[in-house]
């Protein structure tokens, strides 16, 4: 059976073309029920749980896992590093889909959600900042607001909400959409809240990142960048086609 490790929407993506293709024992796995609903073909096998790294070995051995498909989050660093480990210490075959960078153009980068907060709090007062980083890492960035608007844009489902409500962020600093966003959607966000600063991943070009990119570049604001967690990946692929021919053909 293939495990298929799911953390974005690329994952989806990914099952539909091993289906395609005649591949016909699929486990998708996701941490979230919103991820568990992007998988509704009655031919994947869908478990929603957080997995660590001995939950990873008994679901490997139960399944009969010969081949991991690593589709997690680029930020979900000990996702990757538990799968990787597990794979190693069962045997099973580990593949890993990446997406491809952007050329963030004239943006700073940070290696950390503390240094992009201290640089916030040195470089703006009373302006208003946008936070493109979702609901996980409110908690980090929760003291921009205290010298400064900070306005987050998360995903419209219950969890996100309240967990940004029990925060202490108020509904008009709760952006909740869902995306991906075209850049004219950006740039309307950007100039109707009157932003200066947007917060956001290094996540790759797809998940409408480039749109954000050109819609900062056009509205002259500036655009503070996460880079992404540095993982040595065994057998990586930036192009899914590929990564799947190789899975069927290994």
Not at 156 to 167: D, F
């Amino acid at each position: 059976m293939i495990w298929l490790v799911a953390g974005t929407k690329d994952a989806r993506v990914i099952a539909d073309k091993l289906l395609l293709k005649g591949t016909d024992r699929l486990l998708a796995s996701t941490a979230t029920e919103y991820g568990g609903k992007l998988f509704n073909d009655s031919r994947i096998e869908v478990t929603v749980k957080k997995l660590e790294y001995e939950d990873m070995k008994k679901l490997i051995a139960e399944k009969n896992i010969d081949v991991i498909v690593d589709a997690s989050h680029p930020y979900a660093a000990n996702v990757s590093r538990n799968v990787m480990k597990a794979a190693e210490d069962t045997g099973a075959s580990y593949f890993r889909f990446e997406r491809k960078m952007l050329d963030y153009k004239g943006a700073k980068r940070f290696s950390s959600l503390d240094e992009i907060v201290r640089y916030i709090k040195t470089a703006y007062k009373n302006e208003n900042i946008l936070s493109t980083l979702g609901s996980n890492n409110l908690p980090e960035i929760k003291s921009i607001s205290e010298e400064n608007n900070l306005y987050i844009r998360i995903l419209p489902i219950v969890s996100s909400v309240e967990k940004a409500e029990s925060l202490g962020f108020l509904p008009g600093k709760i952006i909740a959409v869902q995306g991906p966003f075209s850049k004219n959607l950006n740039k309307v966000i950007l100039e109707d809240y009157k932003i200066k600063a947007l917060i956001t991943k290094e996540s790759g070009e797809t998940g409408g990142e480039a749109e954000k990119i050109e819609a900062c570049i056009e509205t002259d604001t500036e655009i503070l960048v996460l880079e992404r967690p540095k993982i040595s990946y065994i057998n990586c692929f930036e192009n899914i086609e590929e990564l799947v021919n190789r899975i069927l053909n290994k």
